[in-house]
């Protein structure tokens, strides 16, 4: 299984970025898929996740309304599109793979599998 996250970069405060997340070796369609992030001395925390089918998603307060979680089932691919990018929001971008279980979806133990993580810088 292997989870591939690209897209980030530097960018100033208030623009955008889109994230991509290819999987492979799983039947992606049957996985929930989330975002962490981790800041240097922070602990990983949960961005957003997306059900298995697409239909519904969850964020952080932190990101509601200025990120937006999606995928692609036939391209097994996952997406993370962030506006309104703000110095706090640099991090270590992950996504990751877990069961379909609700009560899980905004947990760091809630997913089995991981991407390598991307690097998102905003300058302030």
Do not use: H
């Not at 992606?28 to 996740?49: D, I, L, N």
């Not at 298995?52 to 089932?73: E, L, M, P, Q, W």
């Amino acid at each position: 299984v292997q989870l591939q996250a690209s897209g980030g970069g530097l960018v100033q405060a208030g623009d955008s970025l889109r994230l991509s997340c290819a999987a492979s070796g799983l039947t992606f369609s049957m996985y929930t898929m989330g975002w962490f992030r981790q800041a240097p001395g922070k602990e990983r925390e949960f961005v957003c996740s997306i059900r298995v089918s697409g239909g519904t998603a969850f964020y952080a307060d932190s990101v509601k309304g200025r990120f937006a979680i999606s995928r692609d089932n036939a391209k097994n691919t996952g997406y993370l599109q962030m506006n309104s990018l703000k110095f706090e929001d640099t991090a270590v971008y992950y996504c990751a793979a877990g069961l379909p279980i609700l009560s899980s979806m905004r947990s760091v133990d809630g997913y089995r599998y991981w991407g390598q993580g991307t690097q998102v810088t905003v300058s302030s």
